[in-house]
C-alpha cells in the first residue's frame, strides 16, 4: 500500500510538471525559423526592406549620421541578400524579388514622413527590424541546414553591429525632436 501511494504521488507529480512544462513537447517540434524556405523568405523581405528604406533615408533625411546608415543599410543588406539568394539558388529555394504588401506598407508609411519625424521614425524602426533580425539570424545559426547556418553564423556580428549603430541614431534623433523647454 505505501508502494502504491508513493507510485501515485510521483505519478501526479508527473503529470503536474508536464503540464507545467511545454517546453517538453516544444522540443520535438523544429524551432521557429528552422525551416530553411521560411528562413530565406523572411530573411530576403527584410533585407529588401532595409535596402529600400536604406535609399529613402539618403534622400529624405537632412541628418547626415542617418544618410550614412542609410547607405550602410543598402550597401549591407545589398551583398547580404545576394549571398544568401545564392545559397538559396543551390538548395532549390524560393527567393522573393519584390517587396510584400507588408513590407511595402511600411515603405510607403516612412516615405510619407519628413523631417526630424521622418529621422525619428526610421531610426526607431531600424532598432525594432534589427532586434527581430537577430533573433530570425541566431535561430537560423542553430539549424540543421549547414550552408544557411553558416550563413546567418556569418552576418550575425554585422546585423549586431547595425542594431547599435540604429540605437545610437535612434538617441540621437530623440533627442533632436524633442522640444526645448529651457527657459529663456
Known amino acids: 500500500r505505501a508502494f502504491s501511494l508513493a507510485a501515485l504521488m510521483c505519478g501526479s507529480a508527473l503529470v503536474v510538471y508536464l503540464a507545467m512544462s511545454p517546453t517538453i513537447e516544444a522540443e520535438d517540434k523544429p524551432a521557429k ?3 530553411p524556405q521560411t528562413f530565406v523568405e523572411t530573411a530576403a523581405q527584410d533585407g529588401m526592406l532595409e535596402m529600400e528604406l536604406g535609399k529613402i533615408a539618403q534622400q529624405k533625411s537632412q541628418n547626415p ?4 546608415f542609410g547607405a550602410r543599410m543598402v550597401k549591407d543588406h545589398g551583398k547580404a541578400n ?11 529555394l524560393q527567393v522573393p524579388s519584390r517587396l510584400d504588401p507588408k513590407h511595402g506598407k511600411m515603405v510607403d508609411e516612412l516615405r510619407g514622413k519628413s523631417g526630424a519625424d521622418f529621422d525619428a521614425a526610421y531610426s526607431q524602426h531600424m532598432v525594432q527590424d534589427h532586434g527581430k533580425a537577430i533573433d530570425l539570424f541566431t535561430q ?3 539549424g540543421d541546414d549547414p550552408e544557411l547556418a553558416a550563413f546567418a553564423k556569418k552576418t550575425l556580428p554585422t546585423l549586431k553591429e547595425h542594431k547599435a549603430m540604429a540605437d545610437s541614431i535612434a538617441a540621437e534623433t530623440r533627442t533632436a525632436a ?7
Open 65 to 68: 549620421d542617418v544618410q550614412k
Open 140 to 142: 537560423a545559426s542553430e
Open 33 to 35: 525559423g528552422a525551416d
Open 178 to 184: 524633442a522640444p526645448d523647454d529651457t527657459p529663456t
Open 82 to 92: 545576394a549571398e544568401l539568394a545564392s545559397i538559396a539558388k543551390q538548395k532549390d
